[in-house]
Nanobody, 123 residues
Framework: QLQLQESGGGLVQLGQSLRLACTASESTFSNAAVGWFRQAPGKERGIVAAISYNGRNTYVVDLLRGRFTISRDNDTATVYLQMNSLKPEDTGTYYC????????????????WGQGTQVTVSS
């Protein structure tokens, strides 16, 4: 059972940056596509970014492209979400998830979820 743990969330001000990390419990992580999702209060959870098992293919939602970047280090079983120029509307709980492919992540076919980390951006 693949277990995912997010870290790096916190309270920041408008325009600042954060880097979230998703660390996995098993080496099988290197065979999985990984995504970041976020859920704002009262809203549905939606995808933010995804990365293929080898890091060669990445996806970031259009709205966040240019400010958010996803990357991974399979040697440390970690996927990162770099978030720059943060805005109050970026506030929410950010979840890490793993599946077979980035297409499955985008289709919300997801067997593995982390517990989430809170990001709050104040104005």
């Amino acid at each position: 059972q693949l277990q995912l743990q997010e870290s790096g969330g916190g309270l920041v001000q408008l325009g600042q940056s954060l880097r979230l990390a998703c660390t996995a419990s098993e080496s099988t992580f290197s065979n999985a596509a990984v995504g970041w999702f976020r859920q704002a209060p009262g809203k549905e959870r939606g995808i933010v970014a995804a990365i293929s098992y080898n890091g060669r293919n990445t996806y970031v939602v259009d709205l966040l492209r240019g400010r958010f970047t996803i990357s991974r280090d399979n040697d440390t079983a970690t996927v990162y979400l770099q978030m720059n120029s943060l805005k109050p509307e970026d506030t929410g709980t950010y979840y890490c998830a793993a599946s077979g492919t980035t297409s499955q992540l985008r289709a919300m076919v997801i067997p593995y979820w982390g517990q989430g980390t809170q990001v709050t951006v104040s104005s």
